[in-house]
């Protein structure tokens, strides 16, 4: 099964680019997606399919792919950025199908 | 605009069986391809997803709860339950439901807004 590994902290001064890792053993044939959660709420899909962005996100969110390691870019972070973000992926032919990242506190200085 | 609402028991029982529903409002719950899915929370913990169903009757289970855990639907309500087997304090958590897009891609919009279940005698 698949282990995905987020740093648990990431601090950024406003205005700044914060940028958040998911790492996991042989994920490179597999799409990445990334979430946001601010406190008391249910995670909201940010990036899909390790770089698309739904409607409603905005642009300053972005999301990158290099072999096993995919990265959520925050750019010019502003205060109402600071969330836990979650990494995610799903593989049906695996025993553990849905998998999430170990999380990352993101904080705005 | 699909919601998703979670119900049931804040309180459960040591050794009792944790059930929660899913009702699915302002869309299909027929819809080909959907993995409608469970999520759990420990307290300040991340994310953990615990099983999916999927055209209404292939599931997928994380395999450290597989022996406790059945997931299934009604689609004549629009609800998707959860029922766990012998809880213990381990599987206090906020519990979300989620829809699950389908596809080898798989991910999970919307979501629930969650349920606190508590397991204390």
């Known amino acids: 099964s698949y282990v995905l590994t987020q740093p648990p902290s990431v601090s950024v001064a406003p205005g700044q680019t914060a940028r958040i890792t998911c790492g996991g053993n042989?994920?490179?044939?597999?799409?990445v997606h990334w979430y946001q959660q601010k406190p008391g709420q249910a995670p909201v899909v940010v990036v899909y399919?390790?770089?698309d962005r739904p409607s409603g996100i905005p642009e300053r969110f972005s999301g990158s792919r290099s072999g096993n390691t995919a990265t959520l870019t925050i750019s010019r972070v502003e205060a109402e950025d600071e969330a836990d973000y979650h990494c995610q992926l799903w593989d049906p032919n695996s025993e553990h199908s849905g998998v999430f990242g170990t999380g990352t506190k993101v904080t705005v200085l | 605009q699909v919601r998703l609402h979670e119900s049931g028991p804040g309180l459960v029982k040591p050794s009792q069986t944790l059930s929660l529903t899913c009702t699915v409002s302002?869309?299909?719950?027929?819809?080909?391809?959907?993995?409608w899915s469970w999520i759990r929370q420990h307290p300040g913990k991340g994310l953990e997803w615990i099983g999916s169903?999927?055209?209404?009757?292939?599931?997928y289970y994380n395999p450290s709860l597989k022996s406790r855990l059945t997931i299934s639907v009604d689609t004549s309500k629009k609800q998707i339950s959860l029922k766990l087997t012998s809880v213990s304090a381990a599987d206090t958590a906020v519990y979300y439901c989620?829809?699950?897009?389908?596809?080898?891609?798989?991910?999970?919009?919307?979501w629930g807004q969650g349920t606190l279940v508590t397991v204390s005698s």
């Open positions: 042989n994920i490179g044939g597999k799409s």
């Open positions: 399919v390790d770089t």
């Open positions: 302002g869309g299909s719950i027929l819809s080909g391809g959907l993995y």
């Open positions: 169903i999927y055209y209404s009757d292939i599931t």
């Open positions: 989620a829809r699950g897009t389908g596809g080898s891609w798989n991910w999970f919009d919307p």
